[in-house]
């Protein structure tokens, strides 16, 4: 079985000689946390990201070449503070990928904070990967013509088709191994053994919510209130709604009567927003609305369903209220009422990832997560940043993930 | 062209609307009254009981892959006494539920509907299909009970295919030396009759010009090869003589009901008892003749389950009403809607985290 180098694009090679390869000393020594080599590769890859016609066809390459800038690379290597007391960071050494298949920009940014954490990586690409990711590759192999050669020799990308030989393989070879892209992704790539020392880092199926703060959104300016509009719509419908951080149930917290009329005032100005751009759902996608709110209908677990055109479709949940979890077609709207968020406390579960809100302080949110226990939420957003990766995902602050500690007590 | 006493289509669609409407308002209440699941959706979506319906168009209607997903029936446990099943691509399968009563109103319309093609007689029949899809009676697919299904329609039945799948000519010249000087019937489906009962007859230049041919399954494995309903139509009526050709449209969820193309071909034609609506999918109202949409399908014969208006995902098109072989509206079935599918990250879509 050969395997497809697609970065640095090369003829297909053995898994042997890639492991081999990988793990070779580079030139100029072996790489360490932060090393100058990786942040100039990867400001130069962030440039031409950054390019107007990259980033105005592919907005999510945009967002990505932001996150790779020079200066918020720094900034994240300085909050490992390597070296502070007695605390030293070191690489864990070699980093297996396997990025999910549908979201295409994810496993650069996986890729990208473990080589700045000094690891070797191969990060298993999908053949059939097309539009942003392929233009990641492309972007990528450009920019190694000026980059030094050991990011050519440590940093691999390679496509195969599904292969368990392949897979056990490289899983015996490597350090830390990655793995996106749901449960069934998880279990199937679990199978197959680490090597003593090495662990996994998994990335499993998520579900996300948001709640507005009745009170607070009485009192916003209409400019803080179509902010926060625009902002929800993006969350909703990047990604179909599809998207782990994309919110499926919204919360109105807050006495009924005003919630009712903040939901109103809500739902027509989201309306708009969707209008203005131009969002639409396909008939396809109109009919798969129609199959899940009907059938959350038919279950007992909604009580009004209600299409405002096909793009939006607003759902009222049952009491007592259940978390909604499933996918329910794009733009999909669960509402349910709650007088604070005490009351969300045991809805919760572990699989719960991103909460996104508006108008709540940082005291109230503070109580929710110590009210909360552990029992879910890695993060808390506002709206407009549910789907904006961050360092910390998942509750894992990735550079930590990366990278293993060395403690010196000189005693 | 065969005379139709006792016909399924028979009703002018004005008629036809003035006997569906009441009927299909009263199943409305029916299924409302005594199947939980139903009485939520219509509570759900603003269909109260006290709602007035002007119009057949104006009725709620179930997507018909929620039979996939709920369980809906407007029967007691203790009464069901047959469960039909279909499998979807995706493989997951509607189940309806039907009494005594369902059951046996199915085998009569759908008999009165084929006799509209057929004639009242059963006719020798040849099968455009292996023996092999009805073998295992426990576990036949969706194609096996198909082809059982129709086997009641006729006698003296031959396969075109022997179990290997391979065509079968000895056993095909040989029915129609017995058969082929008088009216006999040929059933499949439509890409197994064009694949290998047209190509074969074509290469052999067997005589099937005493055949009605009835066949259904839909076209999209032969659109591959560039043929249309019409060039199915032209390509038997050159090559062998057939010319009595009839498809049909229909879907386990609406029992009993199948949409029979006319005598001239090319149009599709609803039974008394039934009747199609093209909805714009994007305002969901209903769309004139000419225009594509959405099909909805209506029919009075679902009691034991809430199927009596059932939007499909598959694409038609009206192409003129009380104008063709039978009156009422004619139509076309233009293909399937893709299934929506999502770039996000889940299981059922084997994608990642954003």
Request: net charge neutral; hydrophobic share 40%.
């Amino acid at each position: 079985m050969k395997l497809k180098a697609r970065f640095p694009q090369g003829p297909d090679c053995t898994v042997d000689d890639l492991l081999a390869d990988v793990t070779r000393e580079p030139e100029g020594g072996r790489l360490v946390v932060g090393d100058e080599r990786v942040r100039d590769f990867l400001a130069s890859f962030s440039r031409r990201l950054l390019r107007p016609e990259t980033a105005r066809r592919f907005p999510e390459l945009g967002s990505l070449g932001f996150f790779l800038r020079r200066g918020e690379i720094a900034k994240a290597i300085e909050r490992l503070h390597d070296g502070a007391s007695g605390n030293r960071y070191l690489p864990r050494g070699l980093v297996l990928h396997f990025p999910p298949a549908n979201v295409d920009t994810i496993f650069v940014y996986s890729w990208a904070l473990s080589a700045l954490s000094g690891n070797a990586n191969i990060v298993r690409v999908s053949n059939r990967s097309a539009g942003a990711a392929e233009t990641v590759i492309d972007a990528l192999n450009a920019t190694l013509a000026e980059a030094h050669p050991a990011i050519a020799q440590t940093q691999r990308m390679v496509g195969y088709e599904r292969d368990d030989a392949v897979t056990a393989a490289l899983s015996l070879a490597c350090d830390l191994r990655v793995i996106w892209g749901g449960d069934r992704s998880v279990t199937d790539i679990r199978r197959h053994p680490l090597a003593p020392l090495s662990r996994d880092l998994t990335f499993p199926d998520r579900s996300s919510f948001a709640a507005v703060a009745v009170d607070a959104w009485h009192e916003a300016s209409a400019e803080a209130k179509r902010r926060a509009v625009d902002g929800f719509a993006n969350d909703v419908y990047w990604f179909d709604q599809a998207a782990c951080s994309s919110p499926r149930v919204l919360f109105w917290v807050g006495a009924s009567v005003g919630a009712e009329l903040a939901r109103e005032e809500f739902m027509g100005l989201l309306g708009d927003a969707v209008a203005a751009r131009g969002w639409r759902v396909d008939a396809a996608m109109a009919v798969e609305k129609h199959v899940a709110t009907y059938g959350l209908a038919a279950e007992g677990a909604a009580t009004r369903v209600r299409f405002a055109g096909n793009a939006v479709a607003e759902v009222e949940l049952a009491e007592p209220v259940r978390m909604q979890r499933d996918w329910l077609g794009a733009g999909t709207i669960c509402h349910a009422t709650v007088g604070s968020l005490a009351e969300l406390v045991p809805l919760v579960r572990r699989k719960d990832q991103t909460f996104s809100q508006f108008g709540f302080t940082a005291a109230q949110l503070d109580e929710f997560v110590t009210a909360l226990a552990g029992r879910g939420v890695d993060r808390i957003v506002p709206f407009g940043s549910a789907l904006t990766f961050a360092s910390v995902w998942d509750g894992f602050d990735l550079l930590r993930e990366f990278t293993r500690q060395t403690t010196i007590w000189p005693g | 062209m065969t005379t139709v006493v006792d016909g399924v289509f028979t009703l002018s669609q004005a008629d036809k609307q003035e006997r569906l409407l009441p009927e299909l308002a009263r199943l409305t209440e029916h299924h409302r009254r005594n199947g939980e699941a139903y009485a939520r959706i219509l509570s759900a979506t603003g269909h109260g009981p006290d709602r007035d319906y002007r119009s057949v168009a104006d009725l709620p209607w179930l997507p018909v892959r929620l039979f996939k997903t709920q369980v809906l029936k407007s029967i007691p446990d203790e009464s069901v006494f047959k469960v039909l099943t279909s499998s979807g691509t995706t493989g997951d399968v509607s189940r309806i539920f039907l009494d005594k009563e369902a059951a046996a109103a199915q085998t009569r319309m759908l008999s009165r509907t084929i006799q509209a093609a057929i004639g009242r007689q059963r006719l020798p029949m040849l099968i455009a299909d292996t023996p092999a899809v009805i073998k295992d009676r426990k576990s036949f697919s969706a194609r096996g009970a198909g082809v059982l299904g129709m086997m009641n329609f006729g006698r003296d039945h031959v396969w075109a295919l022997d179990p290997q799948e391979k065509p079968d000519v000895e056993a095909i010249k040989g029915f129609l030396a017995k058969h082929g000087g008088q009216p006999f019937l040929i059933f499949g489906f439509t890409f197994m009759v064009w694949l290998y009962l047209y190509e074969v007859a074509r290469e052999h230049k067997l005589d099937l010009s005493n055949g009605v041919l009835i066949h259904s399954g839909g076209w999209k494995k032969l659109i591959d090869q560039s043929v249309d309903n019409a060039a199915f139509r032209q390509a038997f009526a050159n090559h062998t003589g057939l010319t009595r050709i009839h498809n049909f449209y229909g879907m386990v969820e609406q029992i009993g009901v199948v949409y029979l193309e006319g005598p001239q071909g090319n149009s599709l034609y609803c039974p008394d008892f039934a009747d199609v609506i093209i909805r714009d999918p994007e305002t969901w109202q209903e769309l004139p003749p000419g225009k594509p949409g959405l099909v909805e399908v209506v029919s009075t014969l679902p009691e034991s389950y809430p199927g009596h208006a059932l939007l499909t995902e598959d694409l038609g098109v009206v192409h003129g009403i009380d104008d063709g072989d039978w009156p009422g509206k004619r139509f076309s079935i233009l293909g399937r809607l893709p299934r929506a599918e999502a770039r996000g990250c889940s299981d059922t879509f084997s994608g990642g985290q954003a």
